[in-house]
């Protein structure tokens, strides 16, 4: 199985600042990796697939890069409804499997 | 406009079975792969499994800790997705949720194969 390993676990950050979540993967994925966005008690919602392609209708204060084994989420200009966990995941081999998340409070 | 909606949850005994349900509007379910992901409390994501769509035979995949006690179906006319939980552990207490892939039609490239639709989840309580 491939190892998703995500990094910090949690950050405290402050309105406006520019945090960046990194994911790396036990085995090379090519860009096979998406993004997710969970709120509390809600289901998760897509940011970024492709490592580097924003969802229709996802703020441009999201983007994400990265290729083979090293991925990163950035989100620029933190706002309070951006308190959320968010997950790496790879979709190129099974069994898919996501990164622990990163608690992200503001 | 897309939509999942979960059923089926709630609190069963160690052993026994569960199916959850998961409705899906807006699109046809049968064009695309179809999967389960679950949450247990206070944890991260966890793949369960999928099915393929119609013009692949609706094939299955499953994570080791459910193979061969989980089972993923559809039923087309019903546009829905179930998930048949079998020999139900403590350990598979979780909320469930149903998400589609967003490639469709006879092939699925891993470019495409990212989940663009979640449902809003049902827990499932394994417990005496």
């Known amino acids: 199985d491939i190892q998703m390993t995500q990094s910090p676990s949690s950050l405290s950050a402050s309105v406006g600042d520019r945090v960046t979540i990194t994911c790396r993967t036990s085995q090379g994925i090519s860009n096979n990796l998406a993004w997710f966005q969970q709120k509390p008690g809600k289901a998760p919602n897509l940011l970024i697939y492709?490592?580097?392609t924003l969802q229709s209708g996802v703020p441009s204060k999201f983007s994400g890069s990265g290729s083979g084994t090293y991925f990163t989420l950035t989100i620029s200009g933190l706002q309070p409804e951006d308190l959320a966990t968010y997950y790496c995941q790879q979709h190129n081999t099974y069994p898919l499997t996501f990164g622990g998340g990163t608690k992200v409070e503001i | 406009e897309v939509q999942l909606v979960e059923s089926g949850g709630g609190l069963v005994q160690p052993g026994g079975s569960l199916r959850l349900s998961c409705a899906a509007s807006g699109f046809t379910l049968s064009d695309h792969y179809m999967d389960w992901v679950r949450q247990a409390p206070g944890m991260g994501l966890e793949w369960v499994g999928r099915t393929r769509n119609k013009a692949n035979g609706y094939t299955t995949e499953y994570a080791a800790s459910v193979k061969g006690r989980f089972f993923i179906s559809t039923d087309d006319s019903r546009n829905s997705l179930y998930l048949q939980m079998n020999r139900l552990r403590t350990e598979d207490t979780a909320v469930y949720f149903c998400?589609?892939?967003?490639?469709?039609?006879?092939?699925?490239?891993?470019?495409?194969?990212?989940?663009?639709?979640w449902g809003q989840g049902a827990l499932v309580t394994v417990s005496s």
């Open positions: 998400a589609r892939a967003h490639c469709s039609g006879a092939t699925c490239p891993w470019e495409e194969d990212y989940f663009d639709n």
């Open positions: 492709g490592a580097s």
